[in-house]
């Protein structure tokens, strides 16, 4: 696809049939094209920039269907590790985005609102590591117990759509009757009411629980 209008090649012999005191026409062209060469660069750039800013913005908006939907959609279906896979994804379309090789994305109408972005803290994190804790039931596994070995709580000054206010984490190793089954790492989301978690778990989150952050 040529990066120059069709239409330029136009305007620029009629520039160039209506330049005076030339030799001949092909002097008039060369002359008109020669002025015209700083116009067709910048145009050339204003196209590769467009293509540039529309990619980004495609790999930034798939990432955050990534992590908004599909996420939670392939950890009800498929579990946590799975789910993972999905974060690793989108976090792979944002460094796509902000490789130094590859243009960066910036819509032109988001450019003002970008100069005057200010990020706003929404929530605490609490991570900690765990021993002696009670196993707790793999959530899609009968046979199965997680003993926990990490606990993540998460506290957000306004309830989230799909983890709720206080989200907690719990990390540990797979177990079947008392043993260690698995070399790596799994876990397990709780969200909703404490009442529905773990006993042990929810006294931890309403003990560190800071109320309503600003």
Do not use: C
Not at 62 to 86: I, M, N, P
């Amino acid at each position: 696809m040529s990066d120059r209008p069709a239409a330029l090649d136009g305007l620029l012999d009629h520039i160039a049939a209506t330049i005076p005191d030339l030799p001949d026409e092909e002097a008039a062209t060369a002359k008109a094209r020669a002025a015209m060469a700083p116009l067709e660069k910048q145009l050339r750039a204003a196209k590769a920039q467009e293509r540039a800013e529309l990619r980004g913005a495609t790999l930034a908006s798939a990432s955050e269907h990534l992590r908004t939907t599909l996420f939670h959609k392939v950890y009800d279906d498929a579990g946590q590790r799975t789910a993972e896979g999905v974060a690793r994804a989108a976090d792979e379309l944002l460094r796509l985005v902000a490789d130094p090789n590859v243009p960066t994305a910036t819509w032109p109408s988001q450019r003002a609102l970008d100069e005057a972005t200010r990020d706003v803290p929404i929530a605490i994190s609490l991570v900690y590591a765990v021993r002696g804790r009670p196993e707790i039931d793999d959530e899609y596994n009968e046979t199965r117990t997680i003993a926990p070995t990490e606990i993540t709580l998460t506290y957000r000054s306004t309830p989230d759509s799909q983890l709720g206010r206080v989200h907690a984490y719990v990390k540990g190793w797979w177990m079947l009757d008392g043993a260690r089954v698995h070399a790596e790492a799994v876990g397990r989301h709780f969200t909703g009411d404490l009442d529905r978690w773990p006993k042990w778990l929810a006294a931890e989150a309403r003990l560190h629980d800071p109320g309503q952050p600003s």
